[in-house]
C-alpha cells in the first residue's frame, strides 16, 4: 500500500472515530436518568463491546494487543477512568456547549506535559496559541460565575487534564494503548455500581445510552486511537474538533439549548486558535520534509 493510500485510509478512520463521537453527549442527555446510572450503562456496555472485539482478535490473530501493556498502561487505564467519572459529571452541571470548548484545552495540557516530563520544548508559535487558549477558556469560566455552571466547568477541565496525561505516558511509552482507555472504564463502574446501589436505577431511556457504549464509543476509540499510525498529530487534532464544533449544534438541535454569549465567544477563540495552530503544523511538517528531501536526495 503507497504512503497515499495510507494517508487517505488515517484520514477516513480518523474522520469517522472523530463524527462518531460528536453524538456521545446528545445520546446521554437523551437517556436522561441519574448521573450514576448513566455512568455504571456507559461504562458497562463499552467495557462488554470491548471484551467481546478483543477475545475475537485474539481468538483469530496472535498479534492482538495487550489490554494493559505493563505500568504505564495501568497508569493510562486510570487516567481514562478518571476521565469518564469527570466527564459525565460535567455533562450533568455545565453546558454541552461549555464542556466540549473546554475539553479541546487537553492540547494545551499535552504540551504542557510533554514540555514538562518529555523535555519538547514548545515552539514559539505553540506558546502563544496556548496564550490564546488560556484566554479562550477564561471567557468561558468568567460566563459562569454566578450561573451554577461552575462546578461543571472545573470537571471539564479536570477531564481535559486526565486525558492529556494519558496522551503523554502513551506517546512516552511507545506501546499499543489501543484497548486501555476501553479497560480504563472498570474503575467508574465499580463506582458508579456501589453509588446506584445506594440511589436506585434512574434512567427514563436506558436504550440510547447503551447504544452509546456498545457502539459509538468503541468505534470512535477505536478509530481515533488507530489514525494516528496513517496520519499526523495536527490532522488527528482536527477530527477531534468536530465533537467541538458538532456536539453543541446536535444539542442546540434536539433540545434547544443555545450556548451563552461568553461561550461561544471563548469556543470560538479555542475552535480558530486550534484550526490555525494545525495548519500552521502541517504546513512547517511539510516544509521541513521538503528541505530534508532537498539536502538529502534519493
Not at 514548545?122 to 454566578?146: E, K
Not at 503523554?168 to 511509552?173: F, H, K, V
Not at 458538532?246 to 469556543?267: D, H, K, Y
Request: net charge positive; with cysteine; proline share 4%.
Amino acid at each position: 500500500m503507497s504512503s497515499h493510500d495510507d494517508h487517505q485510509k488515517g484520514l477516513l478512520i480518523t474522520a469517522i472515530g472523530g463524527l462518531a463521537l460528536t453524538v456521545d453527549i446528545p445520546l446521554i442527555r437523551l437517556a436522561d436518568g441519574g448521573a450514576w446510572t448513566i455512568l455504571l450503562l456507559r461504562t458497562g456496555t463499552t467495557f462488554l463491546a470491548a471484551m467481546i472485539i478483543w477475545s475475537i482478535w485474539r481468538a483469530l490473530s496472535r498479534n492482538a494487543p495487550q489490554l494493559i501493556p505493563g505500568w504505564s498502561g495501568l497508569v493510562v487505564a486510570i487516567c481514562y477512568g478518571l476521565t469518564s467519572i469527570t466527564f459525565i459529571t460535567a455533562v450533568f452541571h455545565t453546558s454541552t456547549a461549555n464542556l466540549v470548548f473546554i475539553l479541546a484545552f487537553n492540547t494545551v495540557f499535552a504540551a504542557l506535559l510533554s514540555w514538562i516530563f518529555l523535555k519538547e520544548k514548545p515552539r514559539l508559535v505553540t506558546i502563544v496559541a496556548m496564550l490564546v487558549m488560556i484566554l479562550g477558556v477564561l471567557v468561558i469560566v468568567g460566563g459562569s460565575v454566578g450561573t451554577g455552571h461552575l462546578f461543571g466547568d472545573f470537571m471539564a477541565l479536570c477531564s481535559a487534564f486526565f486525558i492529556a496525561v494519558a496522551i503523554t505516558i502513551s506517546r512516552a511509552s511507545g506501546k499499543d494503548m489501543g484497548f486501555t482507555a476501553l479497560v480504563g472504564v472498570l474503575l467508574p463502574l465499580a463506582l458508579a455500581a456501589f453509588m446506584v446501589t445506594g440511589e436506585g436505577f434512574q434512567v427514563n431511556a436506558p436504550w440510547w445510552i447503551i447504544f452509546n457504549g456498545a457502539v459509538i464509543m468503541p468505534i470512535s476509540f477505536f478509530c481515533l486511537a488507530n489514525g494516528p499510525k496513517y496520519i499526523s498529530g495536527p490532522e488527528v487534532a482536527m477530527f477531534y474538533l468536530l465533537e467541538t464544533v458538532l456536539a453543541p449544534v446536535w444539542v442546540w438541535m434536539i433540545f434547544a439549548e443555545t450556548p451563552t454569549r461568553n461561550s461561544l465567544i471563548g469556543g470560538a477563540i479555542l475552535i480558530v486558535t486550534l484550526i490555525a495552530h494545525s495548519l500552521w503544523q502541517l504546513h512547517d511538517g511539510r516544509k521541513r520534509r521538503g528541505d530534508l528531501a532537498v539536502h538529502h536526495p534519493a
